[in-house]
C-alpha cells in the first residue's frame, strides 16, 4: 500500500484490477513502483535505506525504530525484491569463469555433508575478478548444476572447476580447467579463489541475521550478489533508485520461494 496522491491518507482498498482507493476522498490510482509500495514517509524510508546499507538486522533495531517492526521488515524485503530481480536481469557470462557450489545453513547434529537435513544448496558462477551470480539448487547432481551453467554462461567459455566429475560435460561447451588439491591447496597456479571467496563473503554477511527464513533465502542471496557486484559503489543511491524505478507490475511483491 502507499499513501494517497490526492489527499496524503495511508488507507485504501485493492480494486479487483489492482488499483487502489482511498478510504478517505475516493481517489483511484496505481502503484507505479515498489518504493510507491510502501506507506511510510519518504524520510523513513531512506533513514531504512541507509541502515539497511549498513547492514543492521531489524532485530537490532528494536530500541531505535523509525517505523513498526513490521513495517521495516517489509520495506526491507522489498529491498532485497529489487536487489534479487536486479540480479536476474545480468545477461549470461562468457570468458575466464569459475563454478562451484556450497550449502548454507547453521549447523546441526547428524548427517554431515550435501546431505545434511536443513541446508540450501547453492552453485555460483564468477567471471574472474568481476561479476557473480549465484542461485540455490534442488539437488548436488550434474542435472543442477549444467542447468544452471547452460542459462548463465555462454558457451566457448573458459571453465575452472574442482575435480567433481558432474563437471566433466564442460568440455563440451568450452576449454576446461580442473583444480586438483592436496589438502585443501590447489596445486599449481590455477585456482578457484573468486568463487571461494565469495562463498567466505556471503556466508559472514549472512551470519549477524542469525538464521533466515528458508522461503525467503533467495531474496537474502540476491542481496548478497548484488552488494558484492557493486562492492567498490555507494549503493544506497543505487537502491533508491532502483526502488523507485522498478515496475511493481513486472515482480512479486511477496516472493515465496517454495522447494
Not at 31 to 37: E, F, G
Not at 39 to 59: A, I, N
Not at 89 to 99: D, K, Q, V
Request: charge should be positive; include cysteine.
Amino acid at each position: 500500500m502507499s499513501r494517497c496522491p490526492e489527499c496524503g491518507f495511508g488507507w485504501s482498498w485493492r480494486l479487483s484490477d489492482g488499483r487502489l482507493k482511498c478510504r478517505r476522498c475516493g481517489k483511484r490510482w496505481r502503484l507505479r513502483s515498489l518504493w510507491d509500495a510502501s506507506r511510510l514517509d519518504s524520510r523513513v524510508k531512506t533513514e531504512l535505506v541507509q541502515r539497511f546499507v549498513w547492514g543492521v538486522p531489524v532485530y537490532r533495531q528494536r530500541f531505535s525504530l523509525v517505523a513498526g517492526r513490521p513495517a521495516t521488515e517489509r520495506f526491507y524485503r522489498l529491498i532485497r525484491t529489487a536487489m534479487a530481480h536486479a540480479e536476474q536481469l545480468r545477461g549470461p557470462f562468457e570468458g575466464s569463469l569459475e563454478c562451484d557450489e556450497t550449502t548454507f545453513g547453521g549447523a546441526r547434529k547428524g548427517k554431515r555433508g550435501w546431505g545434511a537435513a536443513g541446508k540450501v544448496i547453492v552453485f555460483g558462477i564468477i567471471k574472474r575478478n568481476g561479476l557473480v551470480k549465484t542461485q540455490p539448487i534442488p539437488a548436488h547432481d550434474r542435472a543442477s548444476i549444467m542447468k544452471v551453467i547452460q542459462a548463465e554462461s555462454r558457451e566457448g567459455s573458459l571453465y575452472y572447476t574442482d575435480e567433481w566429475q558432474a563437471y566433466a560435460t564442460l568440455r563440451m561447451r568450452g576449454d576446461h580447467v580442473v583444480i586438483r588439491k592436496e589438502k585443501g591447496r590447489p596445486l599449481g597456479r590455477d585456482h578457484i579463489n573468486g568463487i571461494e571467496g565469495f562463498w567466505s563473503y556471503a556466508k559472514n554477511w549472512l551470519y549477524p541475521y542469525r538464521g533466515v527464513p528458508k522461503k525467503f533465502f533467495h531474496l537474502y542471496l540476491g542481496e548478497t550478489c548484488y552488494r558484492f557486484n557493486h562492492r567498490n559503489e555507494d549503493i544506497k543511491p543505487l537502491i533508491i533508485k532502483l526502488l523507485k524505478t522498478t515496475n511493481i507490475q513486472l515482480i512479486d511483491t511477496n516472493p515465496v520461494q517454495i522447494g
